[in-house]
């Protein structure tokens, strides 16, 4: 990963780190990790870091993507805030 990448990660996040996505309501995980700012679901890269912005490049049943302009939320440090605000994903460093 180059420099240039690295400095896009939100803060908190290490580059070349995996780290996967927690739902601190029930302590489930959604399917899928983030790693170097790139996010994976089943190990093909779906979306991307870019700054604070969160791209998610899934569809949805009728083959739109599933978040207006394919930004699905914002980063604040390790917390993943959901497009609408209502829903916080703890990110959660994979050892």
């Not at 996010?39 to 604070?52: C, L, P, V």
Request: contains cysteine.
């Amino acid at each position: 990963m180059s420099d240039a990448q690295s400095t896009t990660l939100p803060e908190g996040m290490k580059p070349c780190s995996m780290y996967r996505i927690q739902d601190p309501a029930d302590g489930s995980y959604w399917d899928g990790h983030f790693l170097g700012g790139i996010f994976y679901e089943n190990y093909r890269q779906m979306g991307r870091i870019t700054g604070d912005t969160f791209f998610y490049d899934g569809k949805d049943a009728d083959g739109q993507l599933s978040f207006r302009d394919g930004i699905a939320g914002n980063f604040r440090g390790l917390k993943l805030e959901l497009r609408g605000g209502m829903v916080f994903l703890d990110l959660v460093e994979v050892v």
